[in-house]
């Protein structure tokens, strides 16, 4: 499945909750955590049809996300089905951690291989105040647990936080001691956020204090993120730098948030409302129809995502 710039697009990111258990300073910021009503979240069912609909059209890889996916019940028996889709092939959880030690399990014999990791400081202090109120040992028990397990690849995405994060020391030295792929991940510019942001060139340049960094290859279902190793290293360090590397130009994604709105740009507010169709009662082949339109008005660039969205206000369509 190709957009109207010839980009493969094959990975759809599903957000299964806007519910989370943590309060990342960063995250949503002025949006007050007011959630979503649950009869206005899709339910599994719907995702379902949605992943089978999107496989037909040429997605073949998913991530879950949310909110955080954990605090959803039944998460695992989702992931069953979605894995037991005819043409899944890669499936990815992007977790905070706090609730994964005790789902490993779970996870495993529902047919999960792998999982990203949310984790933004090393010092438990830093993490409390960064989370609104995380505690660390149970990210680090749960990144343990999942090595042991057998997950493969672990990713752990840190965003950079000026002043908060910046040291790379700590990342450094789980990487080197765990065979886990740290990714720095600058921050996006919702604008309250902006005295904080770190550019990831700077922050990929500053590697070299610790070694002379090599390109490493990426690891299973990586992104559009940048590898390196440092002599001695069990795992990698990476870069995703949306702001300071384009990456609009190999983007491969669509997003479908916990309501049903399918974004085809994360940097653009504007989405088609898939939950609208799906409860309309509508075929399978107008629900197609629908997807690859979303699909068609995907951005080139970010930017001419938003300089749109300044032009029109944001847009939800659908129905
Ligand atoms: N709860 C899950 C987790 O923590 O991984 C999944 C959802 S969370 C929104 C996904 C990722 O988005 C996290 O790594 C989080 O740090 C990141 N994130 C949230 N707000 C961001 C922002 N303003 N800029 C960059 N990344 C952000």
């Known amino acids: 499945m190709k957009d109207n710039f010839d980009r493969r697009i094959d990975y759809m990111r599903l957000s299964v909750t806007d519910r989370c258990n ?3 300073f ?6 007050n955590f007011v959630f979503i009503p649950p009869s206005e979240v899709l339910s599994y069912e719907e995702f379902l049809r949605l992943a089978r609909l999107s496989l037909e059209i040429g997605v073949t890889r998913f991530r879950i996300t949310g909110g955080e996916p954990l605090v959803r019940k039944g998460l695992a028996g989702f992931i069953r089905s979605l894995v037991e889709l005819k043409g899944t092939g890669d499936i990815a959880l ?3 951690g706090i609730l994964l030690r005790d789902n490993l399990d779970a996870l495993w014999e529902a047919g999960l291989r792998r999982i990203n990791i949310s984790l ?11 989370t609104g109120g995380g505690n ?3 990210v680090l028990d749960a990144i ?8 493969s690849p672990v990713k752990i995405n840190a965003v950079l936080l000026k002043g908060k994060n910046d040291d790379l020391s700590p990342f450094v030295a789980l990487a080197s001691e765990k065979h886990v792929h740290v990714r720095f991940i600058e921050l996006m510019d919702f604008s309250p956020n902006q005295g904080y942001f770190v550019s990831g060139r700077e922050a990929m340049e500053s590697l070299a204090r610790f070694g002379r960094p090599e390109e490493a290859a990426a690891p299973e279902g990586a992104g559009p993120a940048r590898y390196f190793t440092l002599p001695g290293m069990k795992g990698t360090i990476g870069f995703i730098s949306p702001y300071s590397d384009h990456f609009c130009a190999s983007c491969n994604r669509l997003r479908i948030s916990a309501d049903g709105r399918l974004l085809p740009c994360l940097f653009s507010g504007w989405s088609v409302d898939l939950k609208k169709i799906l409860r309309s009662g509508t075929d399978d082949g107008s629900l197609k129809t629908a997807l690859r339109d979303a699909l068609s008005r995907k951005p080139r660039r970010r930017e001419e995502a938003a300089a749109g969205e300044r032009g029109n206000g944001l847009r939800t369509i659908g129905g």
């Open 94 to 96: 992007t977790t905070n």
């Open 136 to 138: 660390l040992q149970n």
């Open 144 to 151: 343990d647990g999942a090595l042991e397990k057998g997950f």
């Open 26 to 31: 960063y995250c949503s910021p002025g949006r």
């Open 22 to 24: 943590l309060r990342c």
């Open 120 to 130: 933004d400081s090393l010092d438990p202090h830093a993490y409390r105040e960064i």
